[in-house]
């Protein structure tokens, strides 16, 4: 049986449930298909015995104020919780101890992180000129900063917000606002001081400003609220199989899937795909195999989460921060290590720490081949040397993600101008997801408010040529 609705939403990950509030917000009939049972796509939470565990972000960065505008709309505003000041103190391992990152100039002098030639090198950096080709975030940092500060700060970072190599991401996809600072500024260091000024009138914050978040409950407390929010329209356990045009009008789609055993039908004037690349790859084959192609091809390396709880006593170090990560050049078999209970309460049982550790990526995708009690030893192995972490864990818990962060590898601005050139020839067809405009929490809020509003825009002017015709 047919039904109708004006937009159909393919995912029920934060960009498709986010896309799909703001549209109702604006009186948008719209509809949220998901596949799985339950909500939310990575950002989920497990609350067990008084440990809180999230299976994907930890938290997020509030650089925007649609994250507040998003709680607030949907009552959740006083779930918010901010991560306290322990929070600015984050950790980088050389020689198999943690140093802190520097947060002010004073400070960088004096850190211990880098060489004296490290230092002086950054110095050269206002008076080196724009590159003349695409370049890797390696690269681009080679030639600005040096090697050293690749190593020991780019490196570690690319690592534990991609899973990553700086080798092989594109800092003008990847990190499309450090690339931005040299063509509209000429370098960093300038960019960084006069950015300040557009970025307080665009009341945006750069990610070393804005405030750590998560919520009281969980991270899964935000999609819950939107799917709370939406009520009806959205429908769980839907597999969508086909997407294809409407022949009884020159515009509109039909999304046809599975749910509860029986098919479906459901026409729309307008469709967001809002699911990985590589589960959108056969929706899109029909239209275009070139697209499917490059969606498919996208690369999302395998990361393993090893939580682990243990008596406050048996950790010797003191953990004052958010945690630390991993350079390469360190050779070792974890990514870094989040200080889960350090930073937000409710996190574990008083009198215990939560303790939140990533492995694998690009860097060693091959760790994902060992069992789940090897991978808890490994961390608890790494743990002991760099926390003085030891004792046995009250509480562990692995989770895999095989494909998990998508890559913005060079040449991806490809893929981006192949899914604007779809869109354009196909209206109303639009896509979401953390594999365009940035992975983070806060880069899908406001890449699905963008997006409702240029679904909005173009089911007006869908109005207007109904009105002439």
């Known amino acids: 049986m047919a039904t109708q609705f004006t937009v159909v939403v393919v995912g029920g990950g934060i960009s498709g449930l986010s896309v799909g509030w703001w549209l109702r917000k604006a009186g948008v009939d719209v509809c949220v298909l998901e596949s799985e049972q339950e909500i939310g796509g990575t950002m989920k939470t497990i609350r067990k015995d008084g440990w809180l565990i999230e299976t994907g972000p930890n938290s997020a960065l509030e650089t925007t104020p649609l994250v507040r505008t998003l709680a607030n709309d949907l009552g959740i505003g006083d779930e918010l919780v901010y991560g306290n000041d322990l929070a600015n103190n984050r950790y980088v391992v050389r020689a198999g101890e943690l140093h802190p990152l520097p947060v002010s100039p004073a400070a960088f002098v004096r850190s211990r992180l880098w060489t004296t030639g490290a230092k002086l090198r950054v110095l050269k950096e206002p008076f080196i000129g724009k590159a003349e080709k695409e370049e890797s975030v390696a690269e681009f940092v080679i030639r600005r900063l040096g090697r050293e500060l690749l190593d020991y700060a ?99 789609y039909v999304v046809e899937g599975v749910r509860e055993g029986a098919t479906f039908e459901i026409h729309a004037e307008s469709v967001i795909v809002a ?124 989770v895999r993600w095989e494909r998990a962060i998508p890559q913005y590898r060079l040449g991806y601005s490809q893929v981006l101008n192949q899914l604007q050139a779809f869109e354009n020839r196909w209206p109303g067809w639009f896509f979401s997801g953390n594999y365009r405009g940035g992975i983070s929490v806060s880069d899908c809020i406001i890449n699905s408010d963008t997006l409702a509003r240029r679904a909005i825009e173009y089911l007006r002017s869908r109005q207007v040529e109904l009105q002439h015709q």
């Open 154 to 252: 780019v490196n570690p970072f690319v690592a534990g917000v991609f899973a990553g190599n700086p080798e092989e991401l594109s800092v003008q996809a990847a990190f499309p606002k450090l690339y931005a600072l040299e063509q509209n500024y000429g370098g960093l260091i300038r960019g960084q001081i006069l950015g300040a000024r557009e970025r307080k009138r665009r009341s945006e914050r750069a990610k070393d400003r804005a405030r750590l978040f998560a919520f009281r409950d969980g991270m899964q407390t935000l999609p819950r609220a939107v799917a709370k929010a939406l009520g009806p329209r959205v429908r769980t356990g839907a597999e969508v199989h086909r997407i294809r045009g409407r022949s009884d009008a020159t515009t509109g």
């Open 275 to 398: 699911i990985p690349s590589f589960r959108a790859t056969p929706l899109v084959e029909p239209f275009d195999i070139s697209l499917a192609r490059a969606l498919r091809d996208i690369s999302y390396p395998p990361v393993a989460e090893v939580f682990v709880g243990l008596r406050e006593s048996d950790v010797k170090r003191e953990l004052d921060g958010f945690g630390f990560l991993v350079p390469e050049k360190e050779h070792r078999e974890i990514l870094g290590t989040i200080w889960s209970s350090s930073l937000f309460p409710g996190r574990a049982p008083r009198g215990y720490v939560a303790l939140t550790t990533f492995l694998g990526g690009s860097r060693q995708p091959e760790v994902l081949r060992r069992s789940d009690q090897e991978l808890i030893d490994t961390v608890l192995r790494e743990l002991r040397e760099l926390i003085q972490a030891d004792g046995t864990p009250v509480e562990a818990r692995v």
